[in-house]
């Protein structure tokens, strides 16, 4: 019978220096919080990792006064010089990948192989490509003299915390604002470390400012009245608030939020790489993506190889210390999002779908929830229509292409969806009629920083990465 591995931690915790407490980072330099503090926690442990000041409504204040402030000065420097900071902190990123690396799997969970192998050197790759840009925004389709918005309000999730910072800040700072970052209050430790690259990139102080903390802080981040953009990466609930919240007002805003992501595989696939491209669809960094492909879509006539390889596969996988380079599946982020996991799972049993996860003895502290798949699901079941963020696979049959289509846009959510076949014809045609604001063929989540991500419908608005992703950072010349 498959079985997971634990794998045992390795002494990579040395390269990292955690301090006891963080402050926030406010005009250059970090300051203590003038509210109270919260515990950040290695969910591979549950052992508190640092305390972080929580910034209140004054803290934000100051803050977006500091950028305000730093606008003045960045906004009218020189592309070229703008991006000569740019490239500066894309080059430290690479030379405290390692660091950044560690640091990123201890507080969120996820395999160092992925924060390794992934995260850290696509976040690089967003500085370095943003830094071309820099000096060239006339030339990017937005008018012949673009200008910055001037502040703006970010808000992160702690799926990918360094990813999405850069995603954020990077396209920010080409485009001649100034940010305001409000990391998750799970994963803020990454975000603290930026800071610190900042300092040693010599970024004039005041153009990045981080407010740690929870709701209440994002809230105050977003609706302040000196903040001229306003972007989002998280729940669509949290996104519909923020909407609400700036309705009426002259902020812009992105809002990049959940998704319920089709992986359809027809019957002339090449199966075994697409059952390579369902786990990774739906178990990279434990499921906790956006774009998961958590609805696997197969042809009747191939579904049972299809399954059949999917298990073994699955047996292979590794559960363990996110630390340990042969980890495939890492902890989960919070007792809180485990919880949803178990509870989502449990009523798609209740409503008679059929789960299956290889045999797995899990570590007795942290939070871990092991790869499981659900057969013999319809779309009138909660596991197939919410998103479950973790690592649950719903497999649903089709017999047409027509078929496929209609289930696969049976969601409110539109952010991405996968095509697995080896006509051509057939991945434009589906490509066409699927409502998703990014289609893969023949693989599943990847990503590029010139190519542009973001979703319809309850998957938000507006496009991060490549030339797009400036528009968000930038407006018109007044006469």
Request: aromatic residues 8%; proline residues 6%.
């Given at each position: 019978?498959?079985?997971?591995?634990?794998?045992?931690a390795?002494?990579?915790?040395?390269?990292?220096?955690?301090?006891?407490?963080?402050?926030?980072?406010?005009?250059?330099?970090?300051v203590?919080?003038?509210?109270?503090?919260?515990k950040?926690?290695n969910?591979a442990?549950e052992?508190?990792?640092a305390?972080?000041a929580?910034?209140?409504e004054?803290?934000?204040?100051l803050?977006?006064?500091?950028a305000?402030?730093?606008?003045?000065?960045w906004?009218?420097?020189?592309?070229?010089?703008?991006?000569?900071?740019?490239?500066r902190?894309?080059?430290i990123?690479?030379e405290?990948?390692?660091?950044?690396a560690?640091?990123?799997?201890?507080?969120?969970?996820k395999?160092?192989k992925e924060?390794?192998?992934v995260?850290?050197?696509?976040?690089?790759?967003?500085f370095?490509?943003?830094a071309?840009?820099?000096?060239k925004?006339?030339?990017?389709?937005?008018?012949?003299?673009?200008?910055?918005?001037?502040?703006?309000g970010?808000?992160i999730p702690w799926?990918f915390?360094l990813?999405?910072l850069a995603?954020?800040?990077?396209?920010?700072?080409?485009c001649?604002?100034t940010v305001v970052?409000k990391?998750?209050?799970?994963?803020?430790?990454?975000a603290?470390?930026?800071?610190e690259?900042c300092?040693?990139?010599?970024?004039?102080?005041?153009?990045v400012?981080?407010?740690?903390g929870?709701g209440?802080?994002g809230?105050?981040?977003v609706s302040?009245?000196?903040?001229?953009?306003?972007?989002?990466t998280g729940s669509?609930?949290?996104?519909?608030a923020i909407?609400r919240?700036?309705?009426?007002?002259?902020k812009k805003?992105?809002l990049e939020?959940?998704g319920?992501a089709a992986n359809v595989?027809?019957?002339?696939?090449?199966?075994?790489q697409?059952v390579?491209?369902?786990?990774g669809?739906?178990?990279?960094?434990?499921?906790?993506?956006?774009?998961?492909?958590?609805?696997?879509l197969v042809?009747?006539?191939?579904?049972d190889e299809?399954?059949?390889r999917l298990?073994r596969?699955?047996?292979?996988?590794?559960?363990?210390?996110?630390l340990?380079k042969?980890?495939?599946?890492?902890?989960?982020?919070?007792s809180?999002?485990l919880a949803r996991?178990?509870?989502?799972?449990d009523i798609?049993?209740?409503?008679?779908?059929?789960?299956?996860?290889?045999?797995?003895e899990?570590p007795?502290?942290?939070?871990?929830?092991?790869p499981?798949?659900?057969?013999?699901?319809?779309?009138?079941?909660?596991?197939a229509?919410?998103?479950?963020?973790?690592?649950v696979?719903s497999?649903?049959?089709?017999r047409?292409p027509a078929?496929?289509?209609e289930?696969?846009n049976?969601?409110?959510?539109g952010?991405?969806?996968?095509?697995?076949?080896e006509?051509?014809?057939?991945?434009l045609?589906m490509a066409s009629?699927l409502?998703?604001?990014?289609v893969w063929?023949?693989?599943f989540n990847?990503f590029?920083?010139?190519?542009?991500f973001g979703?319809?419908?309850?998957?938000g608005?507006?496009?991060?990465g490549?030339?797009?992703?400036?528009a968000?950072?930038?407006?018109e010349?007044?006469?």
């Amino acid at each position: 019978m498959a079985s997971f591995e634990y794998a045992p931690a390795p002494e990579s915790r040395s390269i990292v220096d955690i301090k006891p407490s963080y402050g926030l980072f406010v005009d250059g330099e970090f300051v203590d919080g003038r509210g109270t503090s919260f515990k950040t926690i290695n969910p591979a442990t549950e052992e508190t990792l640092a305390e972080v000041a929580e910034a209140s409504e004054a803290d934000v204040d100051l803050a977006v006064r500091a950028a305000r402030r730093a606008f003045r000065g960045w906004s009218r420097m020189s592309g070229k010089e703008r991006a000569k900071y740019l490239f500066r902190i894309a080059r430290i990123i690479q030379e405290r990948g390692r660091e950044l690396a560690v640091l990123e799997s201890i507080d969120n969970g996820k395999p160092i192989k992925e924060s390794r192998d992934v995260d850290v050197p696509v976040v690089a790759a967003h500085f370095f490509y943003y830094a071309g840009w820099a000096d060239k925004l006339s030339y990017a389709g937005l008018g012949p003299s673009p200008q910055p918005l001037g502040v703006a309000g970010q808000v992160i999730p702690w799926n990918f915390p360094l990813l999405m910072l850069a995603w954020k800040v990077a396209p920010a700072l080409a485009c001649g604002n100034t940010v305001v970052l409000k990391p998750a209050e799970t994963t803020p430790l990454t975000a603290l470390l930026f800071a610190e690259i900042c300092q040693q990139a010599d970024l004039p102080p005041g153009v990045v400012n981080i407010v740690t903390g929870a709701g209440g802080t994002g809230q105050a981040v977003v609706s302040h009245p000196d903040v001229d953009k306003v972007a989002f990466t998280g729940s669509t609930d949290v996104g519909k608030a923020i909407a609400r919240a700036v309705a009426g007002s002259s902020k812009k805003v992105t809002l990049e939020l959940g998704g319920k992501a089709a992986n359809v595989v027809f019957d002339d696939a090449p199966i075994d790489q697409a059952v390579e491209g369902i786990v990774g669809g739906i178990f990279f960094n434990q499921g906790h993506v956006c774009c998961a492909g958590s609805r696997l879509l197969v042809q009747e006539s191939v579904a049972d190889e299809v399954l059949s390889r999917l298990k073994r596969r699955m047996g292979t996988l590794r559960v363990g210390d996110p630390l340990d380079k042969n980890t495939d599946i890492g902890a989960i982020n919070s007792s809180e999002q485990l919880a949803r996991i178990r509870e989502l799972s449990d009523i798609g049993e209740s409503e008679g779908a059929e789960r299956w996860a290889p045999a797995c003895e899990l570590p007795s502290s942290g939070f871990w929830f092991p790869p499981t798949v659900f057969t013999g699901v319809t779309q009138a079941h909660r596991i197939a229509r919410e998103e479950v963020f973790g690592p649950v696979l719903s497999v649903l049959t089709f017999r047409t292409p027509a078929e496929a289509i209609e289930k696969a846009n049976n969601t409110p959510y539109g952010l991405s969806a996968g095509v697995w076949t080896e006509k051509g014809s057939r991945i434009l045609h589906m490509a066409s009629q699927l409502r998703a604001g990014v289609v893969w063929a023949n693989t599943f989540n990847k990503f590029d920083p010139a190519s542009p991500f973001g979703g319809y419908k309850e998957s938000g608005y507006g496009r991060e990465g490549g030339r797009q992703g400036l528009a968000a950072y930038l407006k018109e010349a007044e006469a």
